[in-house]
Nanobody
C-alpha cells in the first residue's frame, strides 16, 4: 500500500524553525517527485515546494523562497522540509504527496491526501 505520512509540525514563535518529515512506505522515492503543500484556515491549498527526482531540481513558492529548504533521503525514504524564519502567515496544515514538479503549484498530485501536520506560528 502506497502511503506518505507527514510529521514534525508544532507551535513556534515568529522567526523560529521546524523540520517537517514525509515518510514513504509501499514505494521508492527514487522515481517519485514529492511536493509539499499547505492549507491555511479559510484558504485554498497551495503548493509550497517540490523535489524533482529526474534532475534533482527543487522548486519553491515565492512566499517561502530563501526560508524553506526541501531535501530527500532515499535510504530513509523520507523527504524533509526545513522551515526557517517562520512567519504567522506560514500557519497551516502541511501535506506531502507525489506530484510532477512543473505542476505542483497547481496542487496536482497522484493519489489522495494524507492527514497532514499542523504548523502554528504565533507569539
Amino acid at each position: 500500500q502506497v502511503q506518505l505520512v507527514e510529521s514534525g509540525g508544532g507551535s513556534v514563535q515568529p522567526g523560529g524553525s521546524l523540520r517537517l518529515s514525509c515518510a514513504a512506505s509501499g514505494f521508492t522515492l527514487d522515481y517519485s517527485a514529492i511536493g509539499w503543500f499547505r492549507q491555511a484556515p479559510g484558504k485554498e491549498r497551495e503548493g509550497v515546494s517540490c523535489f524533482s527526482t529526474s534532475d534533482g531540481r527543487t522548486y519553491y513558492a515565492d512566499s517561502v523562497k530563501g526560508r524553506f529548504t526541501i531535501s530527500r533521503d532515499n535510504a530513509k525514504k523520507t523527504v524533509y522540509l526545513q522551515m526557517n524564519s517562520l512567519k504567522p502567515e506560514d500557519t497551516a496544515v502541511y501535506y506531502c504527496a507525489p506530484t510532477r514538479c512543473p505542476y505542483y503549484h497547481t496542487v496536482f498530485i497522484f493519489g489522495s491526501w494524507g492527514q497532514g501536520t499542523q504548523v502554528t506560528v504565533s507569539s
